[in-house]
C-alpha cells in the first residue's frame, strides 16, 4: 500500500478488495481476519492457501 491510512476514517473504496479481484499473500489472509501476522499464523495462512486456493480467502472475504 502507498498511502497511510487513517485508522479513524473507514477505509477508501479503491483500496477495499477481495482475494478474487487481487493476488493475496498470506500474511494478507492473517490480517484480513483480523489477527497480528505472526509467523504461526502467516504459515496456517499459507497452508490453508496452498490445500484450499481461492476458498481460503473467500471464507474470510466472501
Known sequence: ????I???????DHLLHTGSEHPIDPE???MASGQDPTPALIEKARQA??????????????
Do not use: F, I, K, N
Request: hydrophobic share 35%; no cysteine; charged share 30%.
Open 28 to 30: 494478507d489472509l492473517v
Open 6 to 12: 487513517d485508522s479513524e476514517s473507514p477505509t477508501p
Open 1 to 4: 500500500m502507498s498511502e497511510p
Open 49 to 62: 492457501m496452498e490445500r484450499d486456493g481461492a476458498a481460503a480467502v473467500e471464507r474470510v472475504l466472501p
